[in-house]
Every structure is written in structure tokens, then in C-alpha cells.
């Protein structure tokens, strides 16, 4: 047994990301990378400093091309299979700052097809109505209009499967039982989907005429499908796609694996109401701290395996002099866990309550963000 | 070795089609089904009469429907990889008789993906133009305008792929790997695609809003598409469709296989002018004559193996009677092989010149009978 395995489908045992790195041959996110990032961004995401997003594929051929002016588009997504939880947000928290901080297009991709092939219990019906409540989850973060391109790719496949069996062509089974693991029992839709992953990255390419660099910020999980298509972007003409890899945020029962809607009770919800936040956090959030009072003060809290810090770490105290002073006070023992939980709590609660206004207004926005069918189709070939 | 092989991609060896019909496990059509068929239609196509089409699955279910009024409808398709040649032409000879016979919609698919995933030299713009080629020679045959349907899939994947992904999930690699015998080195598209063949035979269910049952005439070698999809529709809701089989014309140099391209010399294209036709039947067409005017008249020819005698019985002699006294004729020694040549060049060439003719004027007709992108959407789905 492996301690740990990550795969697009499931995350399993602590993850040992170094590791991770050798295992899926990516690149770590160096101090110069970050320099040259914060060269062009005036700062550099909490997210990246804090080591979140910490590997990396051709990012310094990406900034290359950038600084021969050769601008890139954005491209990432969402597998549809339930309500968005807080483990979902990290990538996108950060595309929407890549987004604000180089001005450039976004093309969101809602992989319905993915999760109906992949959930044995889930119609289709159910992931693309998923797929449009998860739309505004995302469209409440505040990606730019107009430079934000959500589609289902059951409603964008007009335009997308075209693409897709060029990708398929270069693609063997072998391959794909090699990255995915996949059995010979894996239902055919299942070995074909990476093929529709790959093609939002040339989307952009398409559009303009000519190739448009890429960058996909993601979680690490998702890396095995652009391994595969990388090797077969060339071979159609296009640049490879710069990947750029996140962390998996823990759940609240502890640093195993990454949250998951599997277990109700290690997750929590953008639609939860402050009560169940507190609820939640409150009676499952794995705690650092130490058994008894006495203890705690003594010898202090551990960090390293306390879920509220990780994810005040991760997602909700971007400043660092606050979380700086929390780290000390939490390890010193002169904070203690309800402490540390209630600062938690109200973080979360308040991201909430803006998310959630947020979201009721994404309602009204929801047609100007969607592109699918013929207005995807007449986006991308023009006519 | 087996002494045969047939799969849709390739025919090989002589044919043994009672065989066949136990490899694949389907039923012969038997002088029962026949008389069913003339009691609806008043006569017999030669096709079926005389053995063209053979084998069938469901046929009995099909007419038992349809005597209730549960009316069918009618689906076949062509691999647009090259111009359309004479062997082509018999499923969709007799399709048109169905359609003229029981005024019935006909779905008319063309497979540009299917080509483009299998032909590792064609690129998707040529299966793509291929496909807009062959289906001027497929209105020429006279179907029905407005009750035929005819598109590419790729022009037409926004309407199929959330289709084919229901049949997808339900298909296993290893059934397909079993079914056509892939490897593991074979494409993802490959595998993935016979989804998409499976979707049309439902087209016209999704249409109604209820179950129409579907009828679907072709070449015995595409029947593995459908023996693994049949298992697949009733899961989905649906009826499973009817088949009915035709054996393979053979090419001009044997009875071996079906014709095909990749012997150039061997076929007969549907743009072939009368001198090509004439020069190609005369140099090339196997024939059942003996070795020497006097054995021959002495001994007669031998039908079996003439591909002349065979081309005019599968397809262009329709008139029992002179097909009958040719076979005396022939087998008597009275007529000698080039007499035989002569009316078979004669028959094609009168068919040719028509069909060219109509072909041209299809021309104009094309758009009509296409219906792809949003207007096979909105044709399907009704909004």
C-alpha cells in the first residue's frame, strides 16, 4: 500500500506533496519564480507566498511569452457533482486574482459529462442542473464579465467535440489506463473524457487565429489529464498549456486525503448558515491543541495538524501579520483551540454572508456568463 | 487462421454468411418474414428476394408494431472516407425502398468522426468534405425531401454527444475490446465511438416524446456497433432498434471480402465515366467463363464466381426474368463472358448517367436535406 494516492478521482492518505511532485514530474514554485510573478503583479497571492499553489508546469515559458508580449487566457473548471464546498474555492480564489491582475480571459469549463460518466448514481439531468448551481458560486466571486466564459460541455459540445477527437486520435488506452489506473471494466465515455478536458485550452487559440498561450490553475488531482494531453497539444499545433498546481484544503476531520461532500461532516458549504458553520467547526475540526488546559498553556498548540489553522493558512486569513500573530499565540499556548475556532468561525461567517448576497445577485448575471450552443459556437469560429 | 474475418473496419477472405449469421447470433430472413414484408408492401425488393439482404434481428418485432400502427422509422448511415463507389450503394437502394414503401422518416448519418479516428491519414477536414460530397450522391437516389434527415456528426455532436454519453456510461472497454477485437494501443475515439453510432436509432424517441421503433438497414459488418448498443437501449427507456443485413458486393477481382478503395482497380465509383466503367469491367471483372471458346460452349460459365453475373443479381438487374435467362444463357455456354461484360457495362452505365445527372441537381437540394447544428437541435428537441 502506498501511503498516499492522488488520481482525478479520489484522494487518498496524507499526501506527501514533495513526493507528489517527483511521482507526477512537475516542477516546484520557486523564490525566482515568485519574484517574477510579483514583478509583473506589484504582490504576490497569499495563496502562492504561503505555499498553496506550490508546483508548476512551463510557468517560465508562460511569463516568457508574456514578456515578448504574447498575453495568455485563463482556463479552469468544475466537475459538477454536488453543492460547492469550501475545499472548491482554492483554485478559483486565485484564478480570479491571476484574472484582476493580468486582464485576460477566462474560460470556465463545468465538466457535467465528466461527472454523469463518473457517478454511477447521478443523471445527467442532475450534474447539468448542479453544473448551473455551481455557476453561481463561481460567478459570485467576481470574475470579469465579458471576459468570463462558463460553459456545460453537454450544452457547449457542438464546439467541443469536434476538438476533442483530435485530441482522441493521439490518445491511446494504454495511455490512459497508465495515468488514470483505469480498468478494463472503466465504461468507454470514462477512457474518452480526458479528451474533452484538453480542449478549452485552445479554445482561445482557435478564436484569435493563432496560438494563444495558455495557464490552468488547478488542483493537483487534475494534473494526470493534462500530463496525457500535453504530449498531443504540439502535435495539433498548439502550445502546451501552463499548469499551475494547488494543495488540496484538508477537511475537518483531519489532514487525510482533501475535503470531500462524502463526509457531510468535514465539509462545509457555501450555502451553510453562520450556525452551521460554528456547529461544524466547533465539533469536528481536528484540533492541535493539547488535552487538558494546563497542558495547553505549557506546551502550546500544533499548527501542522490543526485544520482551523490550515485553513486560515490556506483560505481565510490572507494578512499575514494576523496570521503570523496567530501562529505564535496558538503555539506558544496562550490561544487556545475554542479561541483559534472562533476566529475561524467569524472569518468564514463573513466570507459567507458576502459570498452568499453574492450569489443572489449572480442570478440575474447567470445569461451574461454563460456561453454555450450557438453563442459559444459563433464566440469561437466567428460566423 | 479463420478462413474469414469481419469486423466494420475490414472484410476479409470468402464469406461464409450462414456462418456469419451464428458468429454474430442473428436470424436468417425466411420465406415467412418475406411474405410479412409483401403483405405491407404489396411486392418484394429484388434485394431481399433474391438473398442481398439476409439476416436480420427483430424484424418479426418491427412488423408486429407496425400492424399495430406503432409506425418505425428508418436509420442508416455511411464512413465518408472516399467517393462513393457501387458496393455503397445497397443499403441505401433498399432504404429508399422502405421509405417509399412504408413513407416513413429516414435518419442519414455521416460518420466524419468515425473516419477521421480510424484512417490514421485523414485529417477531419477531408472526412468532413468527404461527408458533404457523399451525400449528394445519396440524394440523388431520390429520398424523400423533408422526411430525410442527413448530417455529419460533428456538425450535429451538440445534438448527439449528451446522447451518446447515456449509451457511454453503460458500455464497457471490455465488451468493445471483445466485440471488434481492439487493443490496448487502439485510440480513445476509437473506443469512445460507437456512443455515437448508437444515438440516431433514438433520434426520432427524443423527437415524439415517446418510442418510435427504428428500423436499420446496412452492411452485416456494422452489425457489432449494434449488438453492443442494443444491450444498452432498453436501460435507457428505449426499444431496442431492428436490423436487416446486406452481404457484401463483391469487387471486380473475386469474390473475396467487399470492394473497397484500397484496391482502386477493383471498384467502380459512382463518378466513373462509361469508358472507365467499360475499360474497368472488361480488364478486371472476374469471370466464371472457361479458359477457351470451345469449352466454353461446350461447358458453360459458372455464376457462382462471376463477378459480372454477380454485380447484375445483387444490383443491376432488378427484372427477374432476363436475370433468369442471362443465368441460362450464361451457364449453358450460349452467352460468352465479354456478352455477359456487356450488359452488365451497359446496365451500370445507364445507371450512372442517370444517377450523375441527379446528382448534379442535388447539388441545389443539399440544404435542404441537411439538418445539422441548430437545426437538427431545435428539429430534435423542438425548442
Redesign the interface.
Known amino acids: 500500500m502506498p501511503e498516499f494516492n492522488v488520481t482525478p478521482y479520489d484522494v487518498e492518505g496524507v499526501v506527501d506533496y514533495n513526493k507528489l511532485t517527483r511521482q507526477f514530474g512537475t516542477e516546484k514554485i520557486t523564490p525566482e519564480l515568485l519574484n517574477r510573478i510579483k514583478k509583473h503583479c506589484g504582490d504576490v497571492h497569499y495563496m502562492l507566498k504561503r505555499g498553496v499553489f506550490f508546483s508548476h508546469r512551463d510557468m517560465n515559458w508562460l511569463l516568457n511569452e508574456y514578456e515578448k508580449g504574447n498575453k495568455f487566457f485563463l482556463y479552469t473548471g468544475r466537475g459538477p457533482s454536488e453543492s460547492v464546498h469550501i475545499g472548491h474555492l482554492v483554485p478559483w480564489v486565485f484564478t480570479k486574482w491571476l484574472q484582476d491582475k493580468f486582464d485576460v480571459p477566462l474560460y470556465f469549463q463545468l465538466t457535467d ?1 465528466e461527472k ?2 463518473f457517478k454511477e448514481k447521478l443523471s ?1 439531468e442532475q450534474t447539468s442542473s448542479h453544473a448551473l448551481e455551481n455557476a453561481l458560486d463561481i460567478i459570485a466571486l467576481g470574475f470579469k464579465k465579458k471576459k468570463t466564459f462558463i460553459f456545460r460541455d ?2 457547449a ?6 476538438q476533442a ?2 485530441f ?7 495511455t ?2 497508465g495515468a488514470f489506473g ?1 480498468q ?6 470514462q ?2 473524457y ?2 474533452m478536458q484538453a480542449v478549452p485550452a485552445v479554445l482561445e487559440s482557435i478564436r484569435k487565429k493563432h496560438n494563444v498561450p495558455c495557464l490552468i490553475p488547478l488542483g493537483i488531482d487534475q494534473d494526470p489529464h493534462f500530463r496525457v494531453a500535453r504530449d498531443v497539444y504540439p502535435k495539433l499545433g498548439y502550445h502546451k498549456p501552463a499548469l499551475i498546481h494547488n494543495k488540496f484544503i484538508p477537511g475537518l476531520a483531519g489532514v487525510q486525503g482533501k475535503m470531500s461532500a462524502s463526509s457531510e461532516e468535514s465539509t462545509i458549504y457555501l450555502k451553510d448558515t453562520p450556525e452551521e458553520v460554528a456547529n461544524k467547526i466547533k465539533r469536528y475540526a481536528f484540533s492541535g491543541g493539547k488535552a487538558s488546559l494546563a497542558e495547553h498553556r505549557k506546551l502550546g498548540g500544533d499548527t501542522s495538524i490543526d485544520v482551523s489553522y490550515q485553513w486560515l493558512e490556506m483560505m481565510f486569513e490572507p494578512d499575514d501579520k494576523k496570521l503570523l500573530k496567530i501562529k505564535q499565540d496558538y503555539e506558544s499556548g496562550k490561544m487556545l483551540t475554542s479561541e483559534l475556532k472562533e476566529i475561524l468561525i467569524n472569518n468564514i461567517n463573513a466570507f459567507l454572508k458576502q459570498h452568499q448576497k453574492n450569489r443572489e445577485k449572480a442570478k440575474k448575471q447567470l445569461s451574461s456568463f454563460l456561453w454555450e ?2 453563442k459559444l ?1 459563433k464566440h469561437i469560429e466567428g460566423k
Chains 1, 2 share one sequence.
Do not use: C, H, V
Open positions: 459529462d454523469f460518466l445527467l453537454t450544452k459540445s457542438g464546439t467541443l467535440y469536434p477527437i483530435q482522441a486520435k493521439k490518445i491511446t488506452y494504454s490512459i489506463k483505469l478494463d471494466s472503466a465504461n468507454i465515455g477512457i474518452w480526458t479528451s450552443g450557438e459556437r
